[in-house]
């Protein structure tokens, strides 16, 4: 396995990015699946967290056919954006390999 100049730092802050996302997924899945007029402060907060990609979505969302416009696919949708991004910051600032240290 290949170790990197920066590995450690960039999983610890992928998996520190990646847990707030889920937390405020799950946070908002809750509220909306158990509160009968929910008004989230998380989804906004997961909407601000997951910023550039969660702004992209939420204001591409009304391209979204009415029959599956649903509060529930969308915070889905936005915690698998910070998904998506707390894997890109892994791979951006993990940097590069250490050398003599290969396959």
Known sequence: MRRYRNGKVAAVLAVVYAALVLVLGVISLVILLTVRDPILLTGVALIAVTFPLGWL?????HLVPPQIENPVLLTVVLAGAGLLQAWLIW???????VPGDGL
């Not at 979505?57 to 969302?61: A, D, E, H, L, Y």
């Open 91 to 97: 791979r951006i600032f993990r940097g590069r390999p």
């Open 57 to 61: 979505i939420w204001w591409g969302w």
